[in-house]
């Protein structure tokens, strides 16, 4: 089982390093709706497009191992 989680490691760090440009994503505050920076940017204002609401936490997918394992759980 241990060699599982250094091959998950192995992959996470790869990800990091591969990719330069991580997802950002917007939630919104009132109903939880995700959209991505370029739906949002697409748009005349900034506001969710399934409630309105205009307030947004960003999210980013962090290359932590923690997240990742815990996406994977999921
Ligand atoms: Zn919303």
Redesign the pocket.
Known sequence: MSSYGDAEAGEGETLYYGIKKRPVYYV?M??G?KVTKEELEAMPAYM?P??G?RIFMKVRAPPSLGYLRRVYAI
Do not use: V
Request: hydrophobic letters at 10%; aromatic letters at 24%; glycine letters at 0%.
């Open positions: 919104c009132r109903c709706f969710c399934r409630c609401y």
